[in-house]
């Protein structure tokens, strides 16, 4: 049977796509994958296929159910970025139409069990991510980028944001907008809004502290880059305003954040998924947290790296680097 799996995000998602379908491939199994023309496809063949559910499209998932396929649930936020009751009940929408639900971990499996049906709960199966495999220091060489080597070193200091509140459509427009799309009509949920707000104007307060902090690296390592990498809905002349007077100041997100983390010195981030990504791939992690409310911020990935609470202790903790790109900061870098 074919497999259909659907790509939202390219610069994240196209590799660990890639290597599931070189493992379907390897099962027998081939493989369709692109962005719309893959629904485009499932919709219009009527061919029984198994299809890999990223977004929780009903019409989708019932059509493939009715032409005889079957529908695994890939979720590449694994609940990652909040475990409100109002994500995961927004989730388990598709459970009239999905044949299997893959969770990221034992925790993303017990929010959704204990939002489900009982005799539901066998649908879900802790699986993991398959970018996540890729995630691993055995792929360096993989991810390894000349041409960032070339322009940055070996030695830069990467600063990865996740601010939707920094919005390049400004974030009313862009809640308004998720608001229209039926998968997303949680952004209709009052009560949901409000946190979103909350959660906005946490984020908004966290812009000018990361601002701060690439300017005092840049001043305390003049020999080094800072590059601030915004996430792809980031206005990104909000940084760029900010530093555009300090000549080792990169703001760039050009290509696969993983091939700027596999020749980075150190990672730094508040509560992006990229943290996880820099641990498994074996890099020295920096949770920058000038302040933390720990309902606000994402619920796992804001525990990942070594707390620095001010700008003093994560320039002192860049300091404490010694050479190899693989060195590590002292105390627990992975909290359970």
């Known amino acids: 049977m074919l497999c259909a799996i659907p790509i939202e995000i390219a610069a994240r998602e196209l590799d660990g796509v890639l290597y599931l379908a070189l493992h379907l ?6 493989t369709l994958l692109g962005e719309r023309m893959v629904n485009q496809y499932v919709l219009s063949s009527r061919k029984p296929v198994v299809y890999f559910d990223s977004d929780q499209d009903l019409s989708v998932n019932e059509a493939v159910l009715a032409a005889g396929g079957r529908v695994v649930n890939l979720n590449p936020e694994g609940l990652n970025q909040w475990d409100r009751v109002e994500v995961v009940d927004n989730l388990l929408r598709i ?26 709960a066998g649908l879900v199966a802790v699986t993991g991510y398959p970018s996540f495999d890729l995630a691993h220091r055995d792929f360096l060489p993989y991810y390894r980028d000349e041409d960032l080597v070339r322009q940055h070193g070996e030695d830069y200091i990467l600063m990865n944001t996740s601010f939707t509140s920094n919005h390049v459509m400004g974030f009313d427009h862009y809640v308004a907008m998720l608001g229209r799309m039926k998968e997303w009509r949680i952004y209709k949920d009052g009560k949901f809004l409000e ?30 880059h800072v590059v601030i990498r915004p996430h792809p809905v980031e206005n990104m002349e909000f940084y760029r ?8 100041i990169f703001v760039d997100r050009t290509g696969s954040v993983r091939h700027w983390i596999a020749t980075a010195r150190a990672v730094i981030h508040h509560d992006c998924t990229t943290g996880l990504e820099a641990l498994l791939m074996g890099k020295p992690v920096i949770q920058f947290r000038p302040f933390f409310d720990a309902e606000l911020a994402a619920p796992i ?3 990942l790296g070594i707390p620095a609470t001010t700008a003093d202790q994560a320039l002192e903790l860049v300091a404490g680097l010694g050479p190899g790109a693989l060195a590590a900061l002292p105390g627990p870098a992975l909290e359970p």
């Open 25 to 30: 491939a390897a099962r027998g199994l081939p």
């Open 95 to 120: 459970l009239p139409c999905v044949t299997r639900i893959c969770a990221w971990g034992e925790r993303q499996a017990a929010l959704l069990r204990a939002r489900m049906p009982q005799d539901k």
């Open 195 to 224: 946190f979103k707000r909350r959660a906005a104007e946490y984020q908004r307060r966290m812009l000018e502290p990361f601002v701060d902090l690439a300017r005092r690296l840049a001043q305390r390592f003049p020999e080094r």
């Open 241 to 248: 305003s900010r530093t555009r007077d300090l000549a080792n």
């Open 301 to 303: 990935v804001s525990s």
